[in-house]
Antibody, heavy 121, light 107 residues
Framework: EVQLVESGGGLVQPGGSLRLSCAAS????????MHWVRQAPGKGLEWVSR????????SYADSVQGRFTISRDNAKNTLYLQMSRLRAEDTAIYYC??????????????WGQGTMVTVSS | EIMMTQSPATLSVSPGERVTLSCRAS??????LAWYQQKPGQSPRLLIY???TRATGVPARFSGSGSGTEFTLTISSLQSEDFAVYYC?????????FGGGTKVGIK
């Protein structure tokens, strides 16, 4: 079964840091672009970041540029999101998402269950 | 950044009715458009990609159409399990952007 399972969410104070992980299984993880998408409570979907198969290309939303870092370990089939200088507006469910196999820009066909990040004092 | 606008924001429908949801892009995205369904407490699910191609396992009552800046998601006969929020997304250029969603509720 193709699956993405996120972990690492929790409550963090403003200005703090958190690292999210996403364990992939059931497919050739190293062959796909991977993304993070977030959803603030009661709000819509916001793309956060993407990374290519070999970590040679990354991209970020303006709202997180310079504060978040996406990375992956293909040997462990795991995607990461290192979040620093967190703000209240970063509070959201963070989804790990599978993108295209060859294209940086493609539809998202597999979504994880999400992990909640709450930034509050 | 390409802005995606969905209408209406909410829709009240009876089971069995035909439903049409709209999505407009601020500039042409050709057919680089996807639709997602999100039920309460669940992750989004891909329904349509390439504006009109159903994803694996998606029932035939869901269909997508359009190109350029105007797109439509149609549910031919709404079933009880279709009550959800629907999002469109463009993937022509970064940043990838989503519409604000249309909530389909029970009349």
């Amino acid at each position: 079964e193709v699956q993405l399972v996120e972990s690492g969410g929790g409550l963090v104070q403003p200005g703090g840091s958190l690292r999210l992980s996403c364990a992939a299984s059931g497919f050739s993880f190293r062959s796909y672009w991977m993304h993070w998408v977030r959803q603030a409570p009661g709000k819509g979907l916001e793309w956060v970041s993407r990374i290519n198969s070999y970590e040679s290309s990354t991209s970020y939303a303006d709202s997180v540029q310079g504060r978040f870092t996406i990375s992956r370990d293909n040997a462990k089939n795991t995607l990461y999101l290192q979040m620093s200088r967190l703000r209240a507006e970063d509070t959201a469910i963070y989804y790990c998402v599978r993108g295209g196999q060859y294209l940086a820009l493609d539809a998202f066909d597999i979504w994880g269950q999400g992990t909640m990040v709450t930034v509050s004092s | 950044e390409i802005m995606m606008t969905q209408s209406p924001a909410t829709l009240s429908v009876s089971p069995g009715e035909r439903v049409t949801l709209s999505c407009r892009a601020s500039q042409s995205v050709l057919t680089n458009l996807a639709w997602y369904q999100q039920k309460p407490g669940q992750s989004p699910r891909l329904l349509i990609y390439g504006a009109s191609t159903r994803a694996t396992g998606v029932p035939a009552r869901f269909s997508g159409s359009g190109s350029g800046t105007e797109f439509t998601l149609t549910i031919s006969s709404l079933q009880s399990e279709d009550f959800a929020v629907y999002y469109c997304q463009q993937f022509l250029e970064g940043p990838l952007t989503f519409g604000g969603g249309t909530k389909v509720g029970i009349k």
